[in-house]
């Protein structure tokens, strides 16, 4: 079991989210990537980790569901630079550049944020995806808490109503999709089903930040009711050996990833799974998703049966990594006689292994994490009061993130040089360099695993992924935000 405290290896790593590597990273992509793409209609997605494309960003279309994500990523900077200076390298002249420019270089990050932003504020009004919460949160509800933008609230609003339009009353849910084909199904009517799924529940944070910003109880209503179906629809109950220790005495939950209703009667007509092993297995990210989003959720309604489900889930994703075989560890190249990779979560917890090299999805770890972390916020306040739990779900957030940065970090580092270019200002622009020349790895972490189902037509693994690098900040930011760093 970790200590509820970081130790001193841990906090050592825990920089590396804050590193000069990071912003460097994010600068060169957002640069970079607006040529010939300016206003952008494709955004990163993920990077390869082998062939000839390898180290490089693939850009997907603007109307997928991850491209609120690099958008994110750039206003986490922002507020970091803002809110949060000590923990920004270049602000206090770490890095090879000239003192006296800071003012230019937010402005060149002021700049790309509305650069990137600006081709999805027309999402808010698409009713054809549950992901609005994906694509509209991660940069306009920080823009608004930042700068009092009311447009980029009122865009929070009006994707939250469209959203909300998705409720399909008599399922008592949002609907996710309108339709899944892979290989061997193609659901397509909307009379006769209505997809949900487990990812869902990372969407109502925008339903309930809306309601309480519009005096709109229905959103909220709406987020509550979907949360109840999720756990009543998503969540399978799991068992534990009674030695298994962790001072929680709650139900234990393991997840589906897809469920599918009748809308004609509410009944459930089948269970699937479309990223993960197979229907039953338990699908990392998935379970990951689903702690985060029903923290989230406690967080909201102070209700205290979707504490317990981020409870049982939490538990059980903490039981799959100290289960995992012990072929997920292997020596740290750093440390004589360390092992790293246990707490790196394999990409679905029950599908086979190869040994000499574990498919991983480190983007469900650094997920999985920040719903730790706020699981011991609401478990260390006033309303519970219980700092065992608390500390126990914050040291498994920090060993969760330590030894994803140890394991998947990308070793291809990236650092800010002084520019040849003005600002028009006058100030010197900042670029970026390989550290070592010729070495470049756009994403922040590897070994992620967008999806890797054998019978989906888009299967892609092991790679950086832009959501795994956006978590891994904001896991950054909760602890500025808590004061824990």
């Not at 809110?83 to 006296?100: D, N, R, V």
């Not at 469209?162 to 309108?178: C, E, H, M, N, Y």
């Not at 009667?265 to 197979?278: D, P």
Request: charged share 20%.
């Amino acid at each position: 079991m970790p200590p509820t405290q970081a130790s001193s290896h841990e906090q050592a790593l825990i920089q590396e989210l804050f590193a000069e590597n990071v912003i460097a990273k994010v600068l060169r992509v957002a640069e970079e990537a607006l040529q010939n793409n300016s206003p952008p209609t494709v955004y990163p997605e993920f990077v390869p980790q082998h062939g000839p494309d390898s180290g490089r960003y693939f850009l997907r279309d603007a109307n997928f569901w991850t491209c609120g994500f690099f958008p994110g990523i750039l206003y986490l900077l922002r507020e970091r630079a803002v809110k949060y200076p000590q923990a920004f390298p270049y602000l206090g002249h770490e890095c090879q550049i000239k003192a006296g420019t800071n003012a230019s270089f937010l402005q060149q990050l002021t700049t790309l944020c509305t650069t990137w932003t600006g081709p999805i504020k027309d999402m808010a009004t698409r009713t054809d995806t549950h992901d609005i919460g994906f694509i509209l949160t991660p940069s306009f509800r920080r823009d608004w808490e930042l700068t009092s933008n009311r447009e980029s609230l009122d865009i929070l609003l009006t994707g939250a109503r469209s959203l909300a339009s998705r409720f399909v009353p008599s399922v008592g849910a949002i609907r996710s999709w309108d339709a899944l084909r892979q290989a061997n199904v193609d659901i397509t009517s909307l009379d006769d089903d209505c997809l949900v799924i487990v990812d869902s529940m990372m969407n109502l944070d925008l339903l309930y930040y809306a309601s309480a910003h519009s005096g709109t109880p229905k959103l909220s209503d709406i987020a509550t009711t979907h949360a109840r179906t999720v756990m009543k629809a998503l969540l399978r109950r799991e068992s534990l050996p009674e030695t298994h220790g962790s001072g929680f005495e709650g139900q234990l939950y393991s997840t589906y990833h897809v469920v599918n209703f009748s809308p004609r009667t509410g009944e459930i007509k089948e269970h699937r799974t479309a990223q993960g092993y197979h229907r039953d297995s338990t699908w990392a990210r998935g379970q990951a998703w689903a702690i985060y989003g029903f923290a989230q959720t406690y967080a909201w309604t102070k209700d205290r049966e979707f504490l317990d489900a981020a409870i049982g889930l939490a538990e059980y994703f903490i039981h799959r990594l100290e289960t995992s075989p012990d072929c997920v560890e292997r020596p740290s190249p750093d440390r004589a006689g360390a092992k790293i990779g246990r707490y790196v979560p394999l990409w679905d917890f029950d599908a086979p292994i190869e040994k000499d090299n574990p498919l991983r999805d480190s983007s469900a770890g650094v997920i999985a994490a920040n719903g730790m972390l706020l699981l011991s916020q609401a478990l260390a306040g006033p309303l519970i009061g219980d700092a065992g739990l608390a500390g126990r779900y914050r040291g498994y957030a920090f060993r969760i993130v330590t030894d994803t940065i140890e394991f998947s970090l990308a070793r291809e580092r990236a650092r800010l040089v002084q520019g040849d270019g003005e600002s028009a200002s006058g100030d010197a622009q900042v670029q970026v360099q390989d550290a070592v020349a010729g070495q470049r790895f756009d994403a922040i972490l590897k070994n992620a695993t967008a999806n890797h189902n054998a019978q989906d037509h888009d299967r892609y693994s092991d790679h950086g992924l832009v959501y795994g690098d956006y978590y891994l900040l904001e896991f950054g930011n909760q602890l500025l935000r808590m004061r824990l760093v």
